[in-house]
Every structure is written in C-alpha cells, then in structure tokens.
C-alpha cells in the first residue's frame, strides 16, 4: 500500500479553511492531526476531537522524548503537533493534514521536507476585511488586528509549494484536490513506477 | 492576460497518446504546435496542419537563424519545432503541446527550463505488448522493436516532470489537467499573487 502525504495547510483567518476542510475531510483518504494542548477545554470541546488535553507535565515529557512535530506557545498554553500518531496515519495510506499558523508550518517544512505546504489566501486584503465585517462576530478593533496579522502571513505565502486562492468554496476545494494528485504523478515522488512498468515485460 | 504554458509531451507508440490529445484539444485553451519538416506530405496530409512542408534549404536556413526551439534528422529527413509560432501562442494565452520523443524532449527541456514535462506511460510493458498485438497493424518482428523503443523510453520517464499511467484513458486525461492546474498554483510559478492579495488593503 502507498504511504499518504503530509499536508502543511494554513490559512489567515477569515480565508474560509474551515469550510473548506470540511469538504475535503468528505473523502475518506484524508484526516486532521488532532494537536494537543496543555490549555483547558472550552464548554463543547471533546477531548481527541477537538484536542488532545494534557497537563503541562505531560506536554514536556514529550517535548524531551522528542513526541511533537512542532509545538509552540500561545498565551501562556503550549499546543504541539504528536508526530507518532500523525506517522501511525501516513503508515495507513491516509493523507494527514496538519492544520497549523504560518510560523510552526515553516518550522514542519524544515523538519519534513516531505510535506506538501499550501496556502490558503483570499482574493484580496480589501476581500477579506470586507468578509470579515459581514461575519459580524469581531470588534473594529479585533478586525483590524486580524487584517494586519493576515497580511503578515500572506507575505509568507511563498514559502509554501502551493497558494491557492479561495475565492469560491468549491473552485478552491477542487484546486486543492488537484495540488494532491498531480503531486502523487511527479517522478521524483514515484521512484518505483519505471521499475514496475518495466519488470516482466 | 496570463502566458500560457509550454507542455512537452511524450509517450510510447501505442500508449494511447493520440486519443489523449484529442480529449485535450477540445479544451481551447490548448493547441499543439505543428512541426516543420523536409520530408514529402503523404497521402491526406494537409501543410499547416500535419506539418508545415518545408525545402531542406529552408530548413537550414531557419537552423541557422536560431528559428527551431529543437530539430533531428530521421531517415534522411528533417523535422523540427518552430520558435516563432510556438512562442507567439504562448503570448496569446494558449498551453502549447510539444507532442515529441524523448530525445527531443530533453532538448527542449534543457533549452526551456519554463517547460512543463509529462511522460505518458503504459501500465506495463507485458499491456503494451497485449495493445500492439490487438492493433493488429504491424508484424511481430515491428511489435518486438516498438517493445524495445518503449523500454528504452521509459528508462528516461524520471527525466519528465509528471509520469501519467495509461490505463483508463479518462483517468488519464483527467491526471492531465489536475498536473496543469497544480502547477498553474505552485507558488514559484505566481510570484506576482502575493502582492496582488496585498495591494489596496
């Protein structure tokens, strides 16, 4: 059986990745890694699903067991990416999207070329200031923070192999689909393919 | 307007190359450039269309000038790939196909470093040689030699960019244009999108 992909896929807020992993998680041969967490789970939240919940002891256990792909600080809660689940999954022949902000994607680049990164950008700043009033659940202010930070990260963009613009949900679902494929059909992806096409001939 | 994207085709004698490219064609944004040759037009051929027919004095003239992106001489004829008419489609927006063998491909690739490769493979050498047979048009001994040629081809699949199997001919087409989309998406492909998003924000 063919070993899946390592998905590094990120985007600003606002750029509609939620929908879209929504779609994508409709085709059985993709999963999300679930990271863990040292911060407490809010109302609804299920452990496993959402997260995995641990306590900061844990957490650094198995930072220095070497148990997390990345991990990070965020406001005094530590989240970390567990690399043997996620390796247990790409052993079962599932791609595993890693669902990650732009700083600890490009730390998963580094430490796993392997990984195919795409971007996920909105047609526009303007765009996205625009659904992000319409989404009316933020404070000017917050909006305005969210704005800059998302610029920020979209001058990132390049780091990643792919940029896909999410203009319509269903033209960027099918570009990300295409971004999997014609990755699976790049010689130096398929090493085996000549010697299989060739062998008893 | 975009620049379309110079597309280097090859594929053995019966992988099913033909009825690939007359899927593709239908799609406009696509076209294949018409080679140049010295040779004589058979019966059916039409100039401009098959080839465009060309004197060996033309032909050198045009080597001398720089005017074929790749030429060779098989059996005593000429045949090469127009410059000029290649590059102008390009400019208008068009994906132009190089259908070519190998050898010729990897001029072009050398040559055109901004070329996309794919190589079109049979499933296997023992469905090829089950293919020919079928056909019924040549004798064992041609078979035998075109079973050579495609081994000998396949060899230097890793040279290509994309390897596509040919086993379900719609499968195959599709794997076509998931490649040329993907890489219509790859971010060193779009350096101008990053400022796009940004500007007017």
Known sequence: MNKGRLIVFSAPSGCGKGTMLEQILKDEKFCVSVSATTRSPREGEVNGVNY??????????????????????YCGNLYGTPMKEVNEMLEKGMNVILEIEVQGAIKVMNK??????????????????????KRGTETEDVIEQRIAQASNEVALAAKYDYIIVNDALEDAVDDFFHVVRAEQLRSDKRPEIIADIIKNS
């Open 112 to 133: 796993r070329p392997d990984a195919l990164s795409i971007f996920i950008a909105p047609p526009s700043i303007a765009e996205l200031r625009r659904r992000l009033h």
């Open 52 to 73: 995995h919940f641990i306590s900061r002891d844990e957490f650094e256990q198995r930072v220095s067991d070497g148990g997390f792909l990345e991990y990070a600080e």
